[in-house]
C-alpha cells in the first residue's frame, strides 16, 4: 500500500489524524517556498565542501569523518559499472555536550533556505522543550537528530524505529527515496531482544523466524517538495534511488508523553535518554535518573 498523501492541511487536523492516531503521512505542499537550490550537491559542495562531516554505514555505525567535498566526489555521479554507493553522510546539529564535527554552522548559513513546514506543531510539545522559546521553529532551533543526510545512489539506513518513541519528519530536496514502513504491532516480527533489527532485503529467518509470516505495511518513494511523516514506532527502511539530500529531525509531542514515560520505565539503560535530557536542558538536570525523567513528564503533563 501506498503512503496516504495529503496537502494544505491544517495543524490541527495533522495532529489529530497523524501524530495522536500515529499513521504515517506524506506532505506534498509542504517545502513550496523554500529554496530547493541551496541543496544540492553543487552548491553545498562549492559552499561547505572543506567541512569535515559524518559518514555513516545502512545503521548508524560511524565509519568515518572526512570533508563533505570528498564525500560527495565519491559518492554521488556513480555509475552502474563503477558499483553504487554504500556510505551514508548524516550530519547532525549538536546532540549532545561534547566537541564533534556538527552542522550547525551550515544549519545556521541555510535557514533562510528553508522553513518549519506550515503543519507540524511547534508548541506542545514534550520533546524539545518548549520553556526556552515559545515557537520552535526548526530551521532555526536544534531539534533531536536534526540532520542534513546527503548520501549516493544505492545508500541505504536499513530498518529501524527512532529513539525513545519519537516522531521523525524527513523533507525530501533531491533526488528519490524507497521507503518500507513496518507497524508497530510487527515489532516482535521485524526485531528481536537484542534490539537487533531484521535486513527486510536479506532476512536471516533463523535469527528473526518470525519474519516469514509479514509483509511491509506501506512502500512508497519520496520525490523532491515531499514531507514524510514517521510516526513513534514505526520501523523504516530507506534506500537512495538516486543521489538524495534531505533533511531531517524528532520530536515527542505533548499527547505522546504516556508512551514516553512507558519507554522510559521499561528502558532506563536506554543510551539514547542523555539525547532526550539534552533537548530538556533548561527544564531538568543533565543528572536526573530515569525515574526523575517520568516524573518530570506526569508533573508537567498532569499524568496520574
Ligand atoms: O532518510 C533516511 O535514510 C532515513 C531517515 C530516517 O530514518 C528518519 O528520518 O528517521
Ligand atoms: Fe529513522
Given at each position: 500500500m501506498k503512503i496516504p498523501r495529503v496537502?494544505?492541511?491544517t495543524e490541527e487536523k495533522f495532529i489529530e489524524d497523524y501524530i495522536f492516531a500515529n499513521k504515517p503521512v506524506i506532505v506534498t505542499d509542504g517545502m513550496?517556498?523554500?529554496d530547493m537550490g541551496k541543496f544540492t550537491p553543487e552548491y553545498l559542495k562549492k559552499t561547505f565542501g572543506n567541512h569535515k562531516v559524518q559518514v555513516y554505514?545502512?545503521?548508524?555505525d560511524l565509519q568515518t569523518i572526512q570533508p563533505l567535498e570528498k564525500y560527495i566526489d565519491n559518492n554521488f555521479f556513480r555509475t552502474e559499472k563503477e558499483g553504487f554507493s554504500n556510505k551514508y553522510m548524516r550530519w547532525y546539529t549538536k546532540l549532545k555536550e561534547v566537541e564533534f564535527y556538527w552542522s550547525d554552522k551550515v544549519f545556521e548559513d541555510l535557514k533562510s533556505s528553508w522553513g518549519h513546514p506550515y503543519f507540524i506543531p511547534k508548541t506542545s510539545l514534550a520533546i524539545p522543550s518548549n520553556n526556552d522559546v515559545l515557537n520552535r521553529n526548526v530551521n532555526e532551533f536544534n531539534y533531536p537528530y536534526k540532520g542534513l543526510f546527503i548520501s549516493g545512489k544505492g545508500s541505504r539506513t536499513r530498518l529501524h524505529k527512532d529513539p525513545f518513541t519519537s516522531n521523525a519528519v524527513?523533507?525530501?530536496f533531491?533526488?528519490?527515496?524507497?521507503?518500507?514502513l513496518f507497524s508497530p504491532d510487527k515489532e516482535l516480527n521485524?526485531?528481536?531482544?537484542?534490539?537487533?533489527?531484521?535486513?527486510?532485503k536479506n532476512?536471516?529467518?533463523v535469527k528473526f523466524p518470525n519474519f516469514k509470516n509479514i509483509t511491509h505495511d506501506y512502500e512508497d518513494t519520496l520525490v523532491p517538495g515531499e514531507i514524510v511523516f514517521f510516526p513513534s514506532g514505526w520501523f523504516h527502511d530507506v534506500t537512495c534511488t538516486s543521489d538524495s539530500i534531505s533533511i531531517t529531525w524528532n520530536f515527542v509531542h505533548a499527547l505522546q508523553v504516556?508512551?514516553?514515560c512507558n519507554h522510559i520505565e521499561n528502558h532506563p539503560e536506554d543510551d539514547q535518554l542523555e539525547i532526550a535530557k539534552f533537548f530538556l536542558k533548561d527544564e531538568i538536570d543533565g543528572k536526573a535518573d530515569s525515574n526523575e525523567m517520568i516524573q518530570f513528564f506526569k508533573n508537567k503533563f498532569a499524568i496520574v
Amino acid at each position: 500500500m501506498k503512503i496516504p498523501r495529503v496537502k494544505n492541511i491544517t495543524e490541527e487536523k495533522f495532529i489529530e489524524d497523524y501524530i495522536f492516531a500515529n499513521k504515517p503521512v506524506i506532505v506534498t505542499d509542504g517545502m513550496e517556498k523554500w529554496d530547493m537550490g541551496k541543496f544540492t550537491p553543487e552548491y553545498l559542495k562549492k559552499t561547505f565542501g572543506n567541512h569535515k562531516v559524518q559518514v555513516y554505514n545502512d545503521l548508524f555505525d560511524l565509519q568515518t569523518i572526512q570533508p563533505l567535498e570528498k564525500y560527495i566526489d565519491n559518492n554521488f555521479f556513480r555509475t552502474e559499472k563503477e558499483g553504487f554507493s554504500n556510505k551514508y553522510m548524516r550530519w547532525y546539529t549538536k546532540l549532545k555536550e561534547v566537541e564533534f564535527y556538527w552542522s550547525d554552522k551550515v544549519f545556521e548559513d541555510l535557514k533562510s533556505s528553508w522553513g518549519h513546514p506550515y503543519f507540524i506543531p511547534k508548541t506542545s510539545l514534550a520533546i524539545p522543550s518548549n520553556n526556552d522559546v515559545l515557537n520552535r521553529n526548526v530551521n532555526e532551533f536544534n531539534y533531536p537528530y536534526k540532520g542534513l543526510f546527503i548520501s549516493g545512489k544505492g545508500s541505504r539506513t536499513r530498518l529501524h524505529k527512532d529513539p525513545f518513541t519519537s516522531n521523525a519528519v524527513l523533507c525530501q530536496f533531491y533526488g528519490e527515496k524507497k521507503i518500507y514502513l513496518f507497524s508497530p504491532d510487527k515489532e516482535l516480527n521485524v526485531m528481536d531482544n537484542n534490539h537487533d533489527f531484521v535486513d527486510v532485503k536479506n532476512p536471516d529467518y533463523v535469527k528473526f523466524p518470525n519474519f516469514k509470516n509479514i509483509t511491509h505495511d506501506y512502500e512508497d518513494t519520496l520525490v523532491p517538495g515531499e514531507i514524510v511523516f514517521f510516526p513513534s514506532g514505526w520501523f523504516h527502511d530507506v534506500t537512495c534511488t538516486s543521489d538524495s539530500i534531505s533533511i531531517t529531525w524528532n520530536f515527542v509531542h505533548a499527547l505522546q508523553v504516556e508512551r514516553l514515560c512507558n519507554h522510559i520505565e521499561n528502558h532506563p539503560e536506554d543510551d539514547q535518554l542523555e539525547i532526550a535530557k539534552f533537548f530538556l536542558k533548561d527544564e531538568i538536570d543533565g543528572k536526573a535518573d530515569s525515574n526523575e525523567m517520568i516524573q518530570f513528564f506526569k508533573n508537567k503533563f498532569a499524568i496520574v
